[in-house]
């Protein structure tokens, strides 16, 4: 069973950052392909930012250039590096595992974690 657990979400200004993390199984599973989503109020779940196992990492069009998806030098965890934040990013932010695994086992499927809020207001 996989299990993800996203934090560092909280509230910042307009114009702030944020990273947030996500990890597998306590961060026993090595991630290699995942993504972040967000839904704001009344809206469907969006791409935030998809990273695949090769490496390649794709954004929304709307945080290109302020956001920034990564991972770790053992794949512990992904994180999202959220840069000049604006108000319209208040939701809850979503990891969703696409790929993981410990050793030769594999877990390919999608996970979602419970998500992290994200506030950015005065």
């Known amino acids: 069973q996989v299990q993800v657990e996203e934090s560092g979400g909280g509230m910042v200004q307009p114009g702030g950052s944020l990273r947030l993390s996500c990890a597998a199984s306590e961060s026993m599973f090595t991630i290699e392909a995942a993504g972040w989503y967000r839904q704001p109020p009344g809206q469907p779940r969006e791409l935030v930012a998809r990273r695949s196992a090769d490496g390649r990492t794709i954004y929304a069009e709307s945080v290109q250039g302020r956001f920034l998806m990564d991972t770790d030098k053992y794949k512990s965890a992904v994180y999202l590096q959220m840069n000049s934040l604006k108000t319209e990013g208040t939701t809850v932010y979503y990891c969703?595992?696409?790929?993981?695994?410990?050793?030769?086992?594999?877990?390919?499927?999608?996970?979602w974690g419970q998500g992290t809020q994200v506030s950015v207001g005065y």
């Open positions: 969703r595992v696409e790929r993981c695994g410990v050793g030769r086992t594999k877990y390919y499927g999608t996970f």
